[in-house]
């Protein structure tokens, strides 16, 4: 996930409110609290559904909706979330992985084949460990596993310091990109329902649409956000999941700046002219002229870049806490651990790891891929043991396998719960034990 910078500028008026804001901003970007705000929300989700499950389901339950004349939308507060909230959450992975092929570590096929390949082992072997051990009737499951959580796992490297070397943390990141790439296509290919071909068809030409947009040079935020909620609203009429639609928006966003850095100079410069004591002009040119100075600063950032770094906050702080507070209670009762929950801790907590070393091993030995220079075998095993913790992608797969049995729904999410702890908890303490920290 993007980082940002610290709140610095000694130039801008200083404000009372910055007193509380400029604390609170520099704790945001500490890698470990997007992790820390997940586990809060988590527990809160369990204290509550196992204190009074009745009121934990119709909270999250209730009806929310929209009427307009003849036309009426009405979904529970847990649809919302799901289908509406997290399609903004996959649009911000969207933006990542354009950003990743544009101007990342994907840009670089030859860089980024080793983690490529131990991602499609990281997916493929929990997979099948899943479809081995889990119980008859509930292979449905078998995506529930594959996923990795970019932002636990980043928070679980961060606590571990110097030592996990920056060449792990490049490869797990990248490996984490490119599984989300792979369970974006596990949502679209396993878990989508029955295709409206004419509800699809307008979806696509919504897309089309946006994409022609973009070339054209149209780039008002309020157009595309129009199309945007279109597009999402035909996906959820077409039986392939909305949250694509979020991905596919993320995909067509512009990674590559509108104006070039010398148009930017070039305004600089007249500006510094003119608040240096040069040449004056009328009043309305020189607002035109600031007023291109501010246009032209920001088109000299893509859109992608500044979308993700206005949008990353609110899916880290807003709609991750909220996905995990409806989506993580369960009412936790003798009957809860079954089959399909021990089939889910099998492929985080062992098939993550085997799939991403043995892939990895053999991608080395065929001279597909290079490990890092500083990353050795064990620690490459402590950071596949980590890619385990799958969590959030993990829980929404669960919803969308499990929707029509509640009893197997809180199995799986159960064993995501447990799986991800225990990958966390063996990962840490792996790299810890085996791991001396670096001098920095």
Known sequence: MIQNNTLKDNVLPKRKIDKVIVPIYRYLQVETTAGIVLIIATAIALLWANLSEISYQSFWNTPIGLSFGGFEFNKSFHWWINDALMALFFFVIGLEVK?????????????????????????LVPALFYLFTCPSGTSVGWGVPVATDIAFVVGAMALLGTRVPRGLHIMILTLAIADDIGAILVIAFGYSGNINIEYLLIAISFLVVTHVFFRMGIRNLIVHVLLGVATWFAFVNSGVHATLAGVALGFLTPAVPWVNKGAVNHYVAKVTNFLSGGETTEQEEE????????????ESVSMQERLLHTLHPWVSYVIMPLFALANAGIAIQADSFSGVTASIIFGLVFGKPIGIVLFSFLAVKLRIGKLPSSVSMPLLIGGGV?????????????????????????????GVLIGSLLAAIIGVSFIFFTQKPKDT
Do not use: C, W
């Not at 607002?287 to 920001?298: C, P, V």
């Not at 980590?386 to 159960?414: C, N």
């Open 99 to 123: 950003g990743e092929f544009i101007n990342g570590e994907l840009k670089n096929p030859k860089a980024a084949s080793l983690p490529i390949i131990a991602a499609v082992g990281g997916m």
């Open 287 to 298: 607002q035109e002229m600031f007023y291109r100075l501010q246009k032209y600063s920001k």
């Open 386 to 414: 980590l890619a385990g913790i799958g969590f959030t992608m993990s829980l929404f797969v669960s919803e969308l396998a499990f929707v029509a049995d509640h009893h197997l729904l809180d199995g799986a999410k159960l």
